[in-house]
């Protein structure tokens, strides 16, 4: 079945240490999303990318990076520059940008220690 | 920026009864989409509304799209436990969603 793949599902990292989460897709999709949920916040949006090799800042990038070398995946990055990396994150998928609907993975709770 | 407002923030109602929430966008959308997530979840895709005053029905869910484009609205008749979790739309300008903060619905039997 197709769909995506967040790993882990859980994460703890230290203070000041840089961590990756993994999303891979294999659904086809062009267009990538990566969000993040807080309690009460909603979701907002850190990174997207329409096509391999491109990618875009969302509404919260800064202390995140992402890549796109392959239409599969997206890993995102969370650095030492995050102030506030305690977070749900959820990565999404979609066939383009615009005007369909997102598949979202199950998500990667990542908790700062 | 483009946002989108969601009301109400929590809803706790008797399993029976009808619940609806409300989207307000401050700009005018190309579509809204619909989204609910289960607790511990994630955001499952519901419905996608792009015509002015569109109306769309899935068994006991109704959408509605406003007129100008600006404001939805979800409507369940007939809650059931199974309805619980958080229901967010989510409005489409001239590129990326946009997330309401959601409706948290409680369905007590």
């Known amino acids: 079945d197709g769909g995506i793949t967040q790993s882990p599902k859980y994460l703890f990292r230290k203070e000041g240490q840089n961590v990756t989460l993994s999303c891979e897709q294999n659904?086809?999709?062009?267009?990538m999303y990566w969000y993040r949920q807080d309690p009460g916040q909603g979701l907002r949006l850190i990174y997207y990318?329409?096509?391999?090799?491109?990618?875009q800042k969302g509404d919260i990038a800064e202390g995140y990076s992402v890549s796109r070398e392959k239409k599969e995946s997206f890993p995102l990055t969370v650095t030492s520059a995050q102030k506030n990396p305690t977070a749900f994150y959820l990565c999404?998928?979609?066939?383009?940008?615009?005007?369909?609907?997102?598949?979202f993975g199950s998500g990667t709770r990542l908790t700062v220690v | 920026g483009q946002q989108v407002m969601q009301i109400p923030q929590y809803q706790h109602v008797q399993e029976g009864e009808d619940f609806t929430t409300y989207c307000n966008s401050s700009?005018?959308?190309?579509?809204i989409q619909w989204y609910k997530q289960r607790p511990g979840g994630h955001p499952v895709f519901l419905i996608q509304?792009?015509?002015?005053?569109e109306v769309k029905k899935q068994k006991r869910l109704t959408f509605q799209f406003g007129e100008a484009k600006k404001n939805s609205s979800l409507h369940i008749t007939a809650t059931q436990t199974t309805d619980v979790g958080t229901y967010f739309c989510a409005g489409q300008g001239y590129s990326t969603l946009t997330f309401g903060k959601g409706t948290m619905l409680l369905v007590s039997p």
């Open positions: 659904l086809n999709h062009d267009a």
């Open positions: 999404a998928s979609s066939i383009g940008l615009e005007n369909y609907g997102y598949t």
């Open positions: 990318s329409q096509i391999v090799n491109d990618f």
């Open positions: 509304l792009v015509k002015s005053g």
């Open positions: 700009t005018t959308l190309s579509n």
